[in-house]
């Protein structure tokens, strides 16, 4: 299939990397918007636009119906939905198929099935993927829950089959705590996800988060770009991200990619996709996979010098790969700093006018951000302003760059969390790599106590 024409179901600085893809490989972008955006840089970029509603998303840029017919409208072939919104909905991607549209992601089976966790572990442990000890499947009983608790032993996770983003999560540090924990999550994850199917996993106390990026084309070849290490998040939210890992070793990182890219052949996947992964004490165990782009590719790109969109939209196409695994190669160091406009210390979201906007530039330094001076962040959406991403030769010149270009960029007008990243860079134990999933929370509050 030849792909002339693609619309971005996306907002802010994802549609615009992803138009930018589309751009260098000949092909018009049309732009949606809703009457939040009209002056958003994603619209002014684009080739032709489409506004699809008011500014809530539900009406927008998660109405399917709007979006399909703003596709046929103007003759789009394909579909890129970036990432959130209807990035890893199933009957999107299904209804974009059925208008004769190319979905610029995965199929709609697999979607699907890893946004179900249980059946995505299931599909996982069945194709040899190591798992964090846990129930095989849902957990039918209060008393099903206690005969694996005290088969894995204490401390354990009760997690929604639904969940992700850490909703619906409690942990049972003994036998006395495991009822409260089974009653909460399972509340949890009715009230937020309408299912309040729960499973359990051994509570792993001080892992890192660590994350395999994978691309399938539709002739059965699968390589792995290596691992992002994303263990710096507060509340489940994502602050830096590395590529490569501070504490992986080139052998590990091949070790856990001919395994992966095995079993995501004989699973038939196709497109972009990224496994999340627990480690700790040497040990890797998936936990989720993400069927989408995400925010964090950059990291990836930089240090593999590959233009992830444009291989998305190539195997959309239905092109072969057209390389091995063995032409992938892993150069440097890079790191990604996500600018938020949030207040530094309370994180409370603060929308508004942008006076000025200067971003850095320079060797190594790269800014994916849809800002421009004059530019008011609406109040609606995600509150991503600007991903400031370096790459170096080392991680120690990747923290020297970042440092440098952190003193750079200005976002006035709004605040934002520059200095916070700027704190974060410049701490001993984030310079030394010696961190876990738990090290940022403390960070902020250490921060926030020190004045
Ligand atoms: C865990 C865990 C410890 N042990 N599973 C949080 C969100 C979801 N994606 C998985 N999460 C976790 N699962 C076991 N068996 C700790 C977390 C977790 C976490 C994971 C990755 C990054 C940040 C985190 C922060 C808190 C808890």
Redo the contacts with the bound molecule.
Sequence with gaps: MHIRKVLIANRGEIALRVHRACQEMGIQTVAVHSTADNTAMHVRLADESVCIGPPPARDSYLNMAAIISAAAITGADAIHPGYGFLSENASFAEMVEAHGLAFIGPRPEHIRMMGDKIAAKDAMRRLGVPL?P?SMGALESLDEARAVADEIKYPV?I?AAA????RG?KVARSAEELEEAWRVARTEAKAAFGDDSVYM?????R?R?IELQVLADTHGNVVHFGERD??L?RR?QKLVEEAGSPVLSAEERDKLGANVTRALKELGYRNAGTL?F?WQDGQF?F??MNTRLQVEHPVTEMVCGVDLVKEQVRIAAGEPLGYGQDEIRFNGHAIECRITAEDPETFAPSPGRVNMYHAPGGLGVRVDSALYSGYVVPPHYDSLVAKLVVHGGTRAEAIARLRRALAEMVVSGIRTTLPLHQQIVADPEFQAGDYT??WLERFVARMRADG
């Excluded at 969940?163 to 850490?166: D, I, K, R, T, V």
């Design positions: 964090v846990g996770l997690k969940g992700g983003g850490g999560m996993e051994k509570y792993l106390d892992p988060h994303c263990s998040q489940h999340e627990l165990a936990i989720e999933i738990h």
